[in-house]
């Protein structure tokens, strides 16, 4: 089964039964794809003594912890293949993941994007308003999880503006004069959830302090990169979405999650504060203390497959989050597939032992 | 005044906390005679910290914390003179000053090297743990108590708390005769980029590893297995099978080993999920090192006991570069193996430190007539973590005096 097929599916249109059938096949095929191309993949399998006649469904499917792509190199593509390499977050000193895409791979992580993203934003480009700097896309050394996330996104974009200068502020005139020349059309915000409420929230409240404001009811925001820095502020979902409907009219509102070994299948938070998986992946919550599948409520920890990763064996991964999934197939916003919650990072050990810990570079 | 003493900045004094002690007793350490090993006044006054600990109630929560209130009881600390008892051609006296960076994770360890330090006739600096454990502050109050009755013993019990600051552990090694260092490999590095003066020596606790050599068939015939689960808990996950001493893999050896095998992590499995406190994070981690090893090596097979509490990796070859894929928190590598010489990578490294055994001891020899780097240890399982005078390859007692010939 192609991932061509696939992609031709609306994304929330499949039920539990049909979305089972399809991601097994999907799944299975990838596993043993990677198996035949990628050596250190078919060791790890067969150091657990992996059977694939014993799978029944695809959440029977191993996984790999996310950050075994921080430590090792997994390809299952020939060198000469790869046409991109992408990086996760990370400060300086810092492992980062490297995820090896080639044509195929980064292709369809695109098409699927925008397939998925389309469903909440209309087709068609927009012109769209990055939160943040110029810089986190352009400097390298910068380059993160957020700058992936801009270059990503940007691919709706019929025009764009950098709403933030390099010293993160707020450029007022640059951001009247777009929205003044793209009057009347659906604008597209994105940044990441911190950025946005500290560099973009705070200073159109100051500014409506001194008689500046603008309007962006027409406008539709999409934000991510979680919460853990606004909930220590006392900043929750609903606040954030209430005050910037006070400060500027925004109604439109998603949050997503997604990481850069999955990326293309992003989760996107529906009109009910729901995130969405799409028929192009899912997630499976696991119970810590021995793996096994978390039933409907149950917190546990987050398992990601995706339909898409051909040139790394990134299909089936064990993220290092905490969530709950809420439900299937019965969302109130009528999309299909399971919908759930992510509660954050999941804590670092607190263990004993001779050697001193130093504190390594934090993570955000 | 000396010359030590006029350059003794109390600006920087000023950033230590005394948990025991003030500026004014540090400044006049320099000045503070030896005294010779295992003095009666010493013991004695170890023997009345001893008394305070155990007639404290909060005390006894504290595993850990009993088990040194008994090390130095007078009874256990004149054992230890009878071992290291004075020869007649010479006299020891202690080194002077002897300055103690601790663990900041072991909450009692400090206390050990202090008595030590004591034991052997120095005055001491300790930095203590940064971390608030309970037991540090028992041990404090404890100390501090004893001291009222022991006003001439002021000089010799120093605990200092500070960050991870130069200028302090510069002024401190500048007037030590001796450095103590825990904590492993990078706080060694710390430390050595204060100078020592040119006759003061140093001890460095780095980072090591330990392994287990288990003869199945004498683990067979051990009647009571439940007790040895316990004791092979108290080596590995009492402590996160982090410290030092903690066996991280388990070689083999015997006729039954399958047969032993089974046994013997059923009767662990049933200690750790009584008393181990799991952490979500511990099963993706170690998940996460199992496949790691097996990306590099084939053969390699993971299994867990059970659950994520135990995981097993069994590994088809002892490398050289096996313990630079250790993992901790119930993390094993097993190796069934014929003849002890087969693990010889695995102790020809100067990080191995602790053979715990089941069966017999002699079963090592081979390795130590090899002359292998490491091995610095070679006890019972169960008894990793106790604690003796002559610690990771060290006599600390001739390490922590100086020795007087007379002729």
Known sequence: MSFDEIVRIAPYSLNKREKEELLTKR?????????RQCPAYARMLESIGFDEKHVKRYTDLPFLPVRLFKELDLR??????????????????QAVSRIYLDRTTASNQQKTMVKIVSEFTGSGRMPMILID????????????????????????????????DDTMRLDVEGLKEFLANYRGQRILLFGFTFMIWQHFYQELMRLKEEGITFDLSDGIMIHGGGWKKLISEAVSREVF????????????????????????????????????????????????????????????????????????????????????????????????????????????????GCSDTYAEKYQS | MTHMQKNINLEVLRRVT???????????????????????TIIEFLNQVSRVLMGNRAVRAYPDLVTFAFWIRKSSVLKQKERFENNEEAVTLGKGVAF??????????????????????????????????????????????????????????????????????????????VRIVWGGDRTIEELRKSPLPPRSGEITFADRYSVAVIDADSYLRIEDKARTAEDFYNDTFLTDQNACTSPRVIVWMGN??????????????????????????????????????????????????????????????????????RDNSGYFYEYNCDHILEIRALCDDKRCQTIAYIGQREAVQPLLQAGVKGIDRVVPVGKTMDFDLIWDGYCLPSLLTRTIHLI
């Open chain 2, 256 to 325: 039954a080993i399958e047969e032993a095998k089974e046994m013997f992590w059923e009767e662990a499995y049933r200690v750790v999920r009584k008393k181990y406190n799991f952490q979500a994070i511990q099963g993706v981690n170690k998940l996460t090192s199992g496949y790691r090893i097996a990306a590099a090596e084939s053969g390699v097979k993971i299994r867990r006991y059970m659950d994520n509490r135990i995981i097993r990796v069994s590994i088809p070859r002892i490398t050289d570069f096996l313990m630079d894929y």
């Open chain 1, 76 to 93: 299952s593509v020939a060198e000469e293949a790869v046409v991109k390499t992408m990086t996760s977050s990370g400060t300086s000193g």
């Open chain 1, 27 to 35: 799944l299975l095929e990838l596993t043993e794809h990677h198996r």
């Open chain 2, 100 to 177: 103690h960076i601790a663990p900041s994770n072991v909450p009692v360890n400090f206390a050990y090297s202090l008595a030590a330090g004591l034991l052997c006739g120095n005055a001491n600096i300790v930095r203590v743990p940064s971390k608030e454990f309970a037991q540090v502050h028992l041990l404090a109050e404890a100390f501090y108590q004893a001291l009222e009755q022991y006003e001439e013993l002021r000089s010799y019990v120093l605990l200092v708390r500070y960050g991870r600051e130069k200028a302090v552990n510069d002024l401190f090694s500048s007037i030590a005769d």
């Open chain 1, 241 to 352: 979405h209430q005050r910037l409907k006070e400060v500027c009219g925004l109604t439109k509102i998603h949050d997503y999650y997604g990481m850069v070994e999955q990326t293309g299948c992003i989760y996107m938070e529906c009109a009910y504060g729901h995130l969405h998986a799409s028929i192009f992946s899912d997630v499976v919550t696991r119970r810590p203390i021995d793996f096994s599948e978390c039933t409907i409520g149950e917190s546990g920890i987050i398992q990601v497959v995706s339909a898409i990763p051909e040139s790394y064996p990134g299909h089936s991964l064990l993220t290092e989050d905490e969530g709950v999934i809420l439900g299937e197939d019965d969302c109130p916003c009528g999309r299909k597939g399971k919908y759930f919650k992510i509660h954050g990072r999941l804590k670092d050990a607190e263990i004993r």
């Open chain 1, 133 to 164: 700097c110029p810089g986190v896309v352009k400097n390298r050394a910068m380059f993160s999880a957020r700058g992936a996330g801009m270059l990503g996104f940007s691919i709706f974009a019929s025009k764009k503006m950098y709403a933030l």
């Open chain 2, 18 to 40: 005394y948990l025991i002690g003030s500026e004014d007793l540090i400044a006049k350490l320099p000045n503070v005679p030896a005294i010779v090993p295992f003095h009666d």
